[in-house]
């Protein structure tokens, strides 16, 4: 079946623009990630869902991070006025229940270039 | 704070030898622990868990609490086994978050 999908794959943005990055869970999946991949890194977290609920936003690195899931499927990663160091990849993951121990599927992420 | 150390960035051995991926971990209570692999212009994909104490392309790797250690073995390395490896862990406070190592880049060599 289908598997996890994001879009934009690649997106260049000027250093105060807005960028919106799109994640497409696998169907039925209650569990949904977002991670954040600079250069030569490990992922990093930053936010996560059950269902529409934002349970956690820990990895936010500043209020100009924002995320949203709002019917329990899609969900929007929104970086307002970008600067360079957000430069990255960001990755989506899903998983069917979020309990322990449970499979994260991953996303082929988006590369977020700031100028 | 909860840490996943991987101390070697680049690891190259031959084709057929053994391999020995280190992970250690900081998190004093219990942890899922994971290795996730990425190879050339695939998305990151599950290797294997530790609690499915499961043997995956050959790798295995076995929870030692006392050192707090997660190494992924495979007795004979593939060429195809040339990827990123990433070990996770999750679980803390109950969180379903993965916290990654900075991943070590395998080359198996013909």
């Known amino acids: 079946g289908a598997g996890v999908s994001q879009s934009p794959r690649y997106k260049v943005a000027k250093r105060g623009q807005d960028v919106a990055l799109r994640c497409d869970p696998i169907s039925g999946h209650v569990s949904l990630f977002w991670y954040q991949q600079a250069l030569g890194q490990g992922p990093e977290f930053l936010t996560y869902?059950?269902?529409?609920?934002?349970?956690?936003k820990s990895g936010l690195p500043s209020d100009r991070f924002f995320a949203e899931r709002p019917e329990g499927s899609v969900s929007t990663l929104k970086i307002q006025r970008t600067q360079q160091e957000d430069s990255a990849v960001y990755l989506c993951?899903?998983?069917?229940f979020g309990t322990g121990g449970d499979t994260q599927y991953f996303g082929p992420g988006t590369r977020l270039t700031v100028l | 704070a909860q840490r996943v150390t991987q101390p070697e960035k680049l690891l190259s051995v031959f084709k057929g030898a053994p391999v020995e991926l280190k992970c250690n971990y900081s998190y004093s209570g219990s942890p899922e622990l994971f290795w996730y692999v990425q190879y050339s212009r695939q998305r990151l994909q599950l290797l294997l868990r530790?609690?499915s104490r499961e043997s995956i392309k050959g790798f295995t790797a076995d929870l030692n609490k006392g050192e707090t250690s997660f190494h992924l073995k495979k007795p004979f390395a593939q060429e195809e086994d040339s990827a990123m490896y990433y070990c996770?862990?999750?679980?803390?406070?109950?969180?379903?978050?993965?916290?990654f190592g900075k991943g070590t880049k395998l080359t198996v060599n013909p």
């Open positions: 993951a899903s998983s069917f």
């Open positions: 530790h609690i």
């Open positions: 996770a862990l999750s679980g803390i406070g109950g969180s379903e978050k993965l916290v």
């Open positions: 869902f059950q269902n529409e609920a934002q349970l956690d």
